[in-house]
Each structure stands twice: as C-alpha cells, then as structure tokens.
C-alpha cells in the first residue's frame, strides 16, 4: 500500500469527527472501508495513530502529528487543482509581450494596468525591442504578442491594427525653429538632430524621410529612450522628433513642441500574434483586451 490522499482524508475525518460512523457518513463511504483504511495506515506507517475505546476516537502523539501533516499535504493538493483549474480558465498564466518604445511609452502602461486589475493571477512579462526584431520573434514563437509601428514584413504571423500615434518636432526653447506652429520636415534638414538609436523603426523612417528629399539626416547623437532624446534636446544638444503622446509624458521646461506637417508623420501602431486561434488562454484575454480597449488615437 502506498499513501494516498483518500486515506489521509478520511484519517483527518475520523478525528475530527470522533467517530468512524461519523466520518463515514461524511465522506459517503462504507465504515467497514473506512476501519479498514485506517488499519492499513497505521500498518504503512508502523505507528499507532488512534486511541480507540468506547467513547469514540481520539489521535496518539504520532497521530497528532500527521493530522498536521496531512491537512497541509490534502490543503496542497486542492491548491494544485485549483490552480490548474486557473490555468485552463485563463484566470492564472503568464504572456511574453514584446512592444516597441512607442507603444511602451505611450499606450502599455495602462493597458497593462486595467488588465491585471481584472486577471491579477496573470503576469504581463513586457519588453522593449525594435520594430523590425519583433515581428521575427512572435513567428519564432520566442513571444506571445508583439506591437510594432507598421511596417512591410515577411513573417508569417497575423496582425491587428492597434492604435495610430503621431510624429512632432521637439526643439529647444531657444532654436530657430521654437516659434514656429508647424514646419515641414525639409526645414529641420539644417539642424542637428538627437535621434533615437539605429535599428529602430523611427530611425529608418527619418533617414528615408531625408533620402527621399535628396538630402540627409544630421545625426549629432543617438539615444536608446525618449526620455533621453528629451534632456538631450533641452540641454540644445539638437532636435528630436518623437511621437506627441511621448512628448506628452515627458515635463520639459527647455524645449517645446512644433507641429510636424508631413503625412508620415501619422504612423500606425499594429500588434500581432503567430496564430490567434493557437494562444494559451491567458495571451488570448489579453490580446482581446488590447483591442477591445478604447485608447485616445494622438492628433
């Protein structure tokens, strides 16, 4: 005989209930099979666990200490279940999320917040990585869901339009270009710019941006955040452009914001998933939620 949760049960039913009739009747069983499950207990654990006599039953020094045992050992069990329950409902799960800087900055943190208010069992592990690199990591399924600015691709995954942002120009106080509403990208083409790192998807857009008009981007520096490209611009290190719901966030004193007048500056943000029908349930509610949030598109 090997230990098994039934017998543990009806041992803890039996003490608690003081009777094997008793404890029979609880766990809707035969007493002959309880008795009989109690004997072959005590044989297993070669100890003696109940004090039987005419009053009913009571649990020796080393029954005592298995009533301990065996209540965290069953309480461990219905935990295992009810979590694997989770599981399957969705209600417990983990969803890698890889999100280029535009989408971290200005849309994730309260998507994610308003998700897990709802699923606090779920864990959103989001990263930030390039545009170009996350299309390539949600096919390779190294992610769930990715949200990158909308570009040609070649990988075999299904997308979804997700929100639209909007480029601006971001100058110091003191520039050229500081009292001006809106300026054509052709007029920044003079100055020196702090531009996000290569590789990103606004890097390439501004370098094209410039070879289009037969010119090119004067890159003084690169940063990795827009956070930074924003003190570099305050600090008159050059101009930036970023999108305006990021400038939003950001409380700068030494620089503003001048409207871009281009049509790329509209730029759309879209998520994909490898199969949306082949998600765990977890990435699954929160693919839905992302969608089916409301989000105020940036003008």
């Given amino acids: 005989m090997k230990l098994d949760p039934v017998s543990l049960r009806l041992f803890v039913s039996v003490i608690e209930e003081g009777t094997i009739a008793a404890a029979a009747k609880r766990e809707h069983i035969a007493a002959a099979a309880v008795s009989k499950r109690l004997s072959e207990l005590e044989d297993l654990l070669d100890a003696p666990l109940l004090n039987r006599t005419n009053k009913g039953i009571?649990?020796?020094?080393?029954?005592?200490?298995?009533?301990?045992?065996?209540?965290?050992?069953?309480?461990?069990?219905?935990?295992?279940?009810?979590?694997?329950?989770?599981?399957?409902?969705?209600?417990?799960?983990?969803?890698?999320?890889?999100?280029?800087?535009?989408?971290?900055?200005?849309?994730?943190?309260?998507?994610?917040?308003?998700?897990?208010?709802?699923y606090p069992l779920i864990n959103i592990v989001l990263q930030e990585q390039k545009s170009l690199g996350i299309t390539k990591a949600v096919a390779e399924n190294r992610a769930d869901v990715g949200i990158f600015t909308r570009l040609p691709h070649g990988a075999d995954i299904e997308v979804f339009p997700f929100r639209t942002d909007r480029l601006v120009l971001l100058v110091p106080n003191e520039h050229l270009l500081a009292d001006r509403q809106g300026v054509r990208f052709a007029d920044t083409l003079d100055h020196d710019f702090v531009a996000l790192r290569s590789g990103t998807h606004l890097n390439f857009q501004l370098i094209k941006a410039a070879n289009d008009l037969g010119r090119s981007l004067k890159i003084r520096m690169e940063v990795s955040s827009y956070d930074a490209l924003c003190l570099?611009?305050?600090?008159?290190?050059?101009?930036?452009?970023?999108?305006q719901g990021s400038a939003d966030i950001y409380k700068m004193h030494g620089a503003r914001v001048v409207a871009l007048e281009e049509d790329w500056a509209n730029r759309e943000l879209t998520l994909c998933v490898r199969s949306r029908e082949g998600l765990s349930t977890a990435a699954r509610l929160f693919v839905d939620h992302l969608l089916a949030t409301p989000t105020l598109c940036q003008d």
């Fill in 58 to 118: 009571t649990a020796t020094d080393a029954g005592l200490s298995l009533l301990f045992m065996a209540r965290s050992a069953l309480n461990n069990l219905n935990e295992i279940v009810v979590q694997m329950r989770d599981y399957s409902h969705g209600r417990r799960g983990s969803v890698q999320v890889l999100a280029n800087i535009s989408a971290v900055t200005q849309f994730m943190p309260a998507l994610i917040k308003s998700f897990m208010d709802q």
């Fill in 232 to 243: 570099m611009v305050q600090a008159g290190v050059g101009i930036g452009i970023m999108p």
